[in-house]
Each structure stands twice: as structure tokens, then as C-alpha cells.
């Protein structure tokens, strides 16, 4: 059986369906990575403590990453994907929340053919938050499935997704960020945005955000932006003697650099950047 002609199974569901034809209901991986139980990982942060984790995938077919999170806890994870371009792969990471309690979740994605990307946060707590920073970049004929939902339920609970990305060659990306305000979430805010830079006219790209309301009194805001490269930005680095391949490798890596600057193990960002560098070579 050939990789294209592959069984397909549902790795995740969005939490309120929209039209079929949009092809964004679901999350599908191959089924083969799936086959073998995803290695796993369990995460208990006791009350009142912070700690750092970073996790660097670059072979495994599939992770599973658990997180409790005590009172007034607070947990700073990154989370990088650094595939080679026949890997296929799926990563999943949840985390509990409880009162007062403190996700930073820091996530690049460099997957290789095929990737699926699930983050579920659960902030139960009242008072307790989540700030959230991304970057992807897919490339040549890579597929790239990513559902990220933060789901509000405590009081006062306060919500960051900002997600940055590019797209070449002929690849194919899917982005749902959900924002769900749980009913007896009064007083919480939450902020979603998804920015996507095109450097090909070939490109698929779908964005689906989602805001869930149970709770008339919320702040929630999110946004979505598509684009291609700003041609006025382009003239200018051209005219400054930059060839329009290195024009355009510099405005991608403009935008992953917020994202880069809250990983603090200069090595692994300079493999990034390195890794950043071959494929917007490569297309």
C-alpha cells in the first residue's frame, strides 16, 4: 500500500463542528502513526512551584504531553519539531489548570511530510491563565493539521494565542484556535491571533478561528490575517541589495523572531534558525 493510498484516522475533533465542506471538522493522520503508542509524558507541578521544560522532538512518530498544574503553579514549556522531511508525525499537549496557576507554552513547527499539532488547555481555575506563542513554517509538498483550543472555566481566567507562520512551494497547512468561554467564566478575557505569510501562489492555506460563548460577561477578540508578501516591503530590502529569495527568507525569520526570543537556550534557537534557513532554501 502505497503512502498516498494510506488508511486515515481522526487524531482530534474541533469542539463545535461547522460545515463539512470547509474540510476542517477534523483532525486526520495516517494510520500508521498512530500504530504504536505515542511516547508519553506526565507532568504534575505542585502548588505554589514553577518549572521549566523543553522538548525536542526530531524522530518520533507521535508524543503525548500531560500536565497538571496545582495552585498558583506555574509552568514554562517549549515545545519544538524539528522533522526530517519524510517523518510524519503528531504531538499532542494538555494541561489542567488550577486557581492561579500559569501555562507559558512556547511551540515552533518545522515538521517534515505530514504533521498534526494538538494543544488542549483547560484552565479550570479561577484566576489562573495561558500565554501562548507559535510559529510554523511548511514548505515543498509538507501537510501540516494544527487544533489548539483553550477552554475557560474558571473566573477571571485570562487567554493569549498568538500564532505566526509561512507557507511555500506547495504545501498545505490547516490552523483552528478555539477561545471557549465556559459558562460561570465571568470576567475572563481571551485573545486569539493567527498571522500567515504566502511565499507561493501554490499554497493551501486554511485558518479557522473559533470563539465558544457560554458567558455573557467576557472580553474575547481574535483575528485572523492571510497575506502575501508586502510588495513596498519587498522593493525596499531589494534596493538595499538583497536578492528577492533573501528578501523574503529575511521577513520570515522577522516574524518567528517573537517567537524565538522567549527560547533561552541560544543553541537550539540557532538550530532553528539553521533549520529556518535550509528550508526556505529548499521551497
Not at 31 to 50: D, F, K
Not at 131 to 138: E, N, S
Request: glycine letters at 8%; charged letters at 30%; a negative charge.
Amino acid at each position: 500500500m502505497t503512502a498516498a493510498a494510506e488508511k486515515e484516522v481522526v487524531f482530534d475533533r474541533i469542539p463545535a463542528p461547522t460545515w463539512r465542506w470547509l474540510g476542517v471538522n477534523e483532525v486526520r493522520v495516517p494510520e500508521s502513526v498512530l500504530r504504536e503508542a505515542p511516547a508519553l509524558r506526565l507532568v504534575t507541578i505542585p502548588r505554589g512551584e514553577t518549572r521549566d521544560m523543553v522538548v525536542v522532538c526530531r524522530t518520533e512518530a507521535a508524543l503525548e504531553l500531560r500536565a497538571e498544574l496545582g495552585e498558583g503553579a506555574e509552568f514554562r514549556l517549549t515545545r519544538v519539531r524539528l522533522a526530517p522531511a519524510d517523518v510524519r508525525c503528531a504531538d499532542a499537549v494538555k494541561v489542567t489548570l488550577a486557581k492561579d496557576a500559569r501555562l507559558s507554552y512556547t511551540a515552533v513547527e518545522l515538521s517534515g511530510a505530514r504533521a498534526a499539532d494538538l494543544l488542549d488547555v483547560n484552565l479550570a481555575g479561577d484566576g489562573s491563565g495561558a500565554d501562548v506563542a507559535v510559529f510554523y513554517f511548511a514548505g515543498g509538498q509538507q501537510r501540516l493539521d494544527m487544533n489548539y483550543e483553550i477552554h475557560q472555566r474558571g473566573r477571571r481566567t485570562e487567554a493569549v494565542l498568538d500564532v505566526q507562520g509561512g507557507l511555500s512551494g506547495r504545501a498545505e497547512k490547516i490552523f483552528r484556535g478555539t477561545l471557549d468561554f465556559v459558562r460561570g467564566a465571568a470576567g475572563s478575557v481571551g485573545r486569539e491571533r493567527e498571522a500567515v505569510t504566502l511565499l507561493s501562489p501554490d499554497v493551501v492555506n486554511r485558518s479557522a478561528p473559533l470563539m465558544l460563548s457560554g458567558e455573557a460577561e467576557v472580553d474575547g477578540r481574535h483575528a485572523a490575517s492571510v497575506g502575501r508578501l508586502d510588495e513596498e516591503k519587498l522593493f525596499y530590502l531589494t534596493s538595499r541589495g538583497l536578492s528577492p529569495d533573501d528578501a523574503r527568507r529575511l521577513v520570515v525569520l522577522a516574524a518567528a523572531a517573537p517567537v524565538l526570543d522567549r527560547i533561552a537556550d541560544e543553541a537550539l534557537v540557532a538550530e532553528i534558525r539553521a533549520a529556518m534557513e535550509g528550508r526556505l532554501s529548499h521551497g
